[in-house]
C-alpha cells in the first residue's frame, strides 16, 4: 500500500555444530518482533549438512554474498573464524575467538559477547558479592570469556584451575597482560583455592545433563560462598543445588545465554532489545 514504510529488516544465521536445540535464533526472532523488525535466522548447522569446521570458508563467503547482516559463531568455528574476517573488535582479539559477526558494506566484524553475557548476568543477580579472591573451574572454550568478566568485573585475585594445566596457562598467559600484575593465576591446589574464596564459578561442562557431577567435592562448599554457573542445561546443576542447600548465594548459566544474545542482537541491529522477551523466550522453551 501506497504510505506505508517497510519495518527494517535483517537476515541473521547461526553457523555451530549441533545446534538444532539452539535456544538463540527463537530468541533474537521474538525480540525482533516486539521491536517492530522483520528478522529472519537461520540455523547453519555443520553436523546436519555433514560438513566439517574446513567448509566455513564457503559458508562465510556466502553468506557475505547473500546479504546476511549478522552471523552467531559457536562450536567449533569461534576460533576458525579468525582469519576470515576483516576486523576484530578489541574484546574479540584479546580473547582470540568470536561468537558474533557484523556484516556491513561486505565487511565482517568479529566481536566477543559471550564475556559480556557473563557479566551482565552476574551484575544483575550477584549485586553486592565480595570480588576478593574467586576461583574459576575451566579454562576451556568458554573459559576466557569468563576470566575477562571476571577481570572486568573487578576481581582482586582470581585463580584458574583446570585439568588441563596448559590449557589454564594459556588462558591466564593470554589474558594476564590487559589487566594489572598479580590478579591472575593458575591454581592447582583445589581444597586449598576454594577455602581462601569468597566465591567460584563453573565455566567446565561438568554439571550438564551428559557430563554428570561437580567441577570440585561439595564437601569443599560452605556458607558465604558464592557459587556461579555458566551451565544452562540444566538450569539447576548438582554443583547448585549443593550450594543453595548450604544457604550460599547463586546465579545459574542462562542469563549469560540470554545476555550473550541481547548483545548480539544490538550488534547486528542497532536496538537494544527488552531482555525480558528473551528470558520468557529462553523459559518457555523448556529444559
Same mark, same amino acid.
Given at each position: 500500500?501506497?504510505?506505508?514504510?517497510?519495518?527494517?529488516?535483517?537476515?541473521?544465521?547461526?553457523?555451530?555444530?549441533?545446534?538444532?536445540?539452539?535456544?538463540?535464533?527463537?530468541?533474537?526472532?521474538?525480540?525482533?518482533?516486539?521491536?517492530?523488525?522483520?528478522?529472519?535466522?537461520?540455523?547453519?548447522? @555443520?553436523? *546436519? %549438512?555433514?560438513?566439517?569446521? #574446513? $567448509? +566455513?570458508?564457503?559458508?562465510? &563467503?556466502?553468506?557475505? !554474498?547473500? /546479504?546476511?547482516?549478522?552471523?552467531?559463531?559457536?562450536?567449533?568455528?569461534?576460533?576458525?573464524?579468525?582469519?576470515? @574476517?576483516? *576486523? %576484530?573488535?578489541?574484546?574479540? #582479539? $584479546? +580473547?582470540?575467538?568470536?561468537? &558474533?559477526?557484523?556484516? !556491513?558494506? /561486505?565487511?565482517?566484524?568479529?566481536?566477543?559477547?559471550?564475556?559480556?553475557?557473563?557479566?551482565?548476568?552476574?551484575?544483575?543477580?550477584?549485586?553486592?558479592?565480595?570480588?576478593?579472591?574467586?576461583?574459576?573451574?575451566?579454562?576451556?572454550?568458554?573459559?576466557?570469556?569468563?576470566?575477562?568478566?571476571?577481570?572486568?568485573?573487578?576481581?582482586?585475585?582470581?585463580?584458574?584451575?583446570?585439568?588441563?594445566?596448559?590449557?589454564?596457562?594459556?588462558?591466564?598467559?593470554?589474558?594476564?597482560?590487559?589487566?594489572?600484575?598479580?590478579?591472575?593465576?593458575?591454581?592447582?591446589?583445589?581444597?586449598?583455592?576454594?577455602?581462601?574464596?569468597?566465591?567460584?564459578?563453573?565455566?567446565?561442562?561438568?554439571?550438564?545433563?551428559?557430563?554428570?557431577?561437580?567441577?570440585?567435592?561439595?564437601?569443599?562448599?560452605?556458607?558465604?560462598?558464592?557459587?556461579?554457573?555458566?551451565?544452562?542445561?540444566?538450569?539447576?546443576?548438582?554443583?547448585?543445588?549443593?550450594?543453595?542447600?548450604?544457604?550460599?548465594?547463586?546465579?545459574?548459566?542462562?542469563?549469560?545465554?540470554?545476555?550473550?544474545?541481547?548483545?548480539?542482537?544490538?550488534?547486528?541491529?542497532?536496538?537494544?532489545?527488552?531482555?525480558?522477551?528473551?528470558?520468557?523466550?529462553?523459559?518457555?522453551?523448556?529444559?
Amino acid at each position: 500500500m501506497l504510505g506505508v514504510h517497510p519495518k527494517p529488516s535483517f537476515l541473521v544465521g547461526l553457523i555451530g555444530s549441533g545446534i538444532a536445540a539452539s535456544r538463540t535464533p527463537p530468541m533474537h526472532e521474538a525480540a525482533a518482533d516486539d521491536a517492530g523488525l522483520r528478522y529472519l535466522y537461520k540455523k547453519i548447522d @555443520l553436523a *546436519e %549438512l555433514k560438513l566439517g569446521v #574446513e $567448509a +566455513l570458508p564457503e559458508l562465510v &563467503t556466502a553468506a557475505r !554474498r547473500m /546479504g546476511f547482516d549478522g552471523l552467531n559463531v559457536t562450536h567449533p568455528c569461534k576460533q576458525a573464524i579468525l582469519p576470515l @574476517l576483516d *576486523e %576484530l573488535s578489541p574484546d574479540a #582479539e $584479546a +580473547l582470540g575467538a568470536v561468537n &558474533t559477526v557484523v556484516i !556491513r558494506n /561486505g565487511r565482517m566484524t568479529g566481536h566477543n559477547t559471550d564475556w559480556f553475557g557473563f557479566a551482565e548476568n552476574f551484575r544483575r543477580n550477584m549485586q553486592g558479592a565480595p570480588l576478593g579472591r574467586v576461583v574459576q573451574f575451566g579454562a576451556g572454550g568458554a573459559g576466557a570469556a569468563v576470566t575477562f568478566a571476571l577481570m572486568k568485573l573487578g576481581v582482586q585475585d582470581l585463580t584458574i584451575i583446570d585439568v588441563d594445566l596448559g590449557r589454564a596457562r594459556s588462558v591466564v598467559d593470554g589474558l594476564s597482560a590487559r589487566f594489572e600484575k598479580g590478579r591472575l593465576k593458575v591454581g592447582q591446589d583445589v581444597a586449598a583455592a576454594v577455602a581462601a574464596a569468597d566465591g567460584i564459578v563453573n565455566a567446565t561442562p561438568v554439571g550438564m545433563d551428559k557430563y554428570p557431577g561437580t567441577p570440585l567435592p561439595t564437601a569443599l562448599l560452605r556458607p558465604g560462598l558464592w557459587v556461579a554457573e555458566i551451565i544452562y542445561f540444566p538450569l539447576e546443576t548438582a554443583l547448585l543445588r549443593a550450594a543453595r542447600a548450604l544457604g550460599c548465594r547463586t546465579v545459574d548459566g542462562g542469563g549469560m545465554a540470554v545476555f550473550q544474545g541481547t548483545e548480539a542482537f544490538r550488534l547486528f541491529t542497532g536496538i537494544s532489545p527488552d531482555p525480558d522477551v528473551f528470558f520468557t523466550t529462553f523459559a518457555s522453551l523448556g529444559g
